[in-house]
């Protein structure tokens, strides 16, 4: 199969569909991946008690629209990141699935240095839709190919000039990645140091996704009291690199019924989730 | 099948064989459960370096013997306890294999109060031997059957009168066994707060295998240079429970060429794995 090179016409393709399954065992994984524990969150590393699923797993099985892009455009690994990231929950995420994911390439847009390429992934089993993930990413240097330079984001999902309504505070590990890895994104910029150096970075960092799950989780605690239903939408910016050992400090502004923007920090003052906003049944 | 009650008559019968298949995912799964960090031990956690196989390992497809003991003989699980373990290394673990277990029950005591079966596993592929795993399992409440005591241990693998040659220190980590579980051991007397009661104890205490296998791990450090293939045996009594954050403090006695007895104990003092030895290539 040839990869075709990035071009304003790859917008609107679909790249087909992808089987994929899971169990009880690939879903604890992933949650102990980003940082369910025992003492905390019994029921969703324990088959006893469950088990239940985080919302954010759908970023897993939707993450295979990311693989199909990287399958069938010319893109080189060590220069692309993961710019964005949203999920719709579209019922709760049984713990064991037999599933395909229908691929699309929704834009591509022409950031001059970089081009811009959004993806979506909408996971169905038989009894119909369970989620969707859609990701913006960034390749560097891919750039100057004559596309549209996309619309503005700024403003978007700004938090409301006034403090967090809710702070959250989670403290990675540095064996947070290695552990994430096994739920499927195998790329070397998050484990291996003389890649990272190679792409560019002092140092492996966490993936975006296994970042948006934490602040996931604790927006499924904190706003959703802990009931996975509960959560709708999660959508955001990776605007900075996570490191192994960082803290990240999620802030939520309740805005509305069952509405809050969210922003992530690390304990260094650095956003590295920026203009996030989910939606919830309040 | 109907399961056969503990009697002598149980020592020397054969368990058939079960099929067991392992990959690089399974091998790097088991070495972050048994507390292998990417920026201490990356080869054994990352493919791109490896993976790397822990010679430990081996109990894991080993310890379908004590699976096969489970399926054949009436044992309830809340009342059994692992009481020794003992590994040999034939050959290194390849990081993908397609294998079988000969499973025997290799000779069983009555304590009493107690039943103690011992149990075999030998693990091989089309190559020839790779590993045998040896278990001798505890059944609280199942003695009295009139069998033989069995040869008293008192004494063996004693350490020296003499402070030990290395000590290695390990912290263990809230969620260790819930990672070090998805390699297989899903006994929830590991997990479950409530079944940890019902069995007779304070909470859930980690398996005796991860604890053997942080062993294992201090001694591939600190005797073998971190060779795998340098590790031939390792052998040990489980002699009380480790708990969740306890640290595991590993002494080992210097006694010949490419041989060390081992002891390990908890920040408290009270030993975990006791008359202990390990062989190498000196």
């Given at each position: 199969?040839?990869?075709?090179?990035?071009?304003?016409?790859?917008?609107?393709?679909?790249?087909?569909?992808?089987p994929?399954?899971?169990?009880?065992?690939?879903?604890?994984?992933?949650a102990?991946?980003?940082?369910?524990?025992?003492d905390?969150?019994?029921?969703y590393?324990?088959?006893?008690?469950?088990?239940?699923?985080?919302?954010?797993?759908?970023?897993?099985?939707?993450?295979?629209?990311?693989?199909?892009?990287?399958?069938?455009?010319?893109?080189?690994l060590?220069?692309?990141?993961?710019?964005?990231?949203?999920?719709?929950?579209?019922?709760?995420?049984?713990?064991?699935?037999?599933?395909?994911?229908?691929?699309?390439?929704?834009?591509?847009?022409?950031k001059?240095k970089?081009?811009?390429?959004?993806?979506?992934?909408?996971?169905e089993?038989?009894?119909?839709?369970?989620?969707?993930?859609?990701?913006?990413?960034?390749?560097?240097?891919?750039?100057?190919?004559g596309?549209?330079?996309?619309?503005?984001?700024?403003?978007?999902?700004?938090?409301?000039?006034?403090?967090?309504?809710?702070?959250a505070?989670?403290?990675?590990?540095?064996?947070?990645?290695?552990?994430?890895?096994?739920?499927?994104?195998?790329?070397?910029?998050?484990?291996?140091?003389?890649?990272?150096?190679?792409?560019?970075?002092?140092?492996?960092?966490?993936?975006?996704?296994?970042?948006?799950?934490?602040?996931?989780?604790?927006?499924?605690?904190?706003?959703?009291?802990?009931?996975?239903?509960?959560?709708?939408?999660?959508?955001?910016?990776?605007?900075?690199?996570?490191?192994?050992?960082?803290?990240?400090?999620?802030?939520?502004?309740?805005?509305?019924?069952?509405?809050?923007?969210?922003?992530?920090?690390?304990?260094?003052?650095?956003?590295?989730?920026?203009?996030?906003?989910?939606?919830?049944?309040?």
């Amino acid at each position: 199969m040839s990869r075709k090179p990035i071009t304003k016409d790859l917008a609107g393709l679909s790249l087909g569909s992808k089987p994929i399954s899971w169990n009880q065992k690939d879903v604890m994984l992933y949650a102990l991946g980003v940082g369910s524990r025992p003492d905390e969150d019994l029921e969703y590393v324990y088959e006893g008690r469950g088990p239940k699923v985080l919302p954010t797993y759908g970023v897993i099985p939707g993450g295979l629209a990311i693989l199909s892009v990287i399958e069938n455009v010319e893109i080189e690994l060590a220069m692309l990141l993961h710019g964005e990231e949203a999920i719709t929950l579209h019922r709760e995420i049984p713990p064991l699935a037999s599933a395909v994911v229908k691929c699309r390439i929704t834009e591509v847009y022409d950031k001059g240095k970089a081009a811009l390429i959004g993806c979506e992934g909408l996971v169905e089993d038989d009894k119909g839709p369970i989620c969707t993930a859609k990701s913006m990413l960034f390749v560097r240097g891919a750039g100057g190919f004559g596309g549209e330079r996309g619309p503005s984001t700024a403003g978007v999902n700004a938090p409301p000039d006034r403090a967090p309504d809710i702070v959250a505070e989670y403290q990675t590990r540095p064996e947070q990645g290695a552990v994430y890895r096994l739920s499927g994104d195998m790329n070397p910029i998050h484990i291996d140091p003389d890649f990272a150096k190679f792409a560019g970075f002092e140092n492996p960092f966490m993936h975006g996704l296994c970042t948006f799950s934490v602040v996931g989780r604790a927006i499924l605690r904190e706003l959703c009291g802990g009931v996975p239903t509960r959560l709708k939408t999660l959508e955001g910016r990776f605007a900075d690199q996570v490191y192994y050992g960082n803290k990240i400090i999620t802030k939520m502004w309740k805005t509305g019924p069952g509405e809050a923007i969210v922003q992530a920090e690390t304990q260094k003052g650095n956003i590295v989730l920026s203009q996030a906003r989910t939606t919830y049944t309040s």
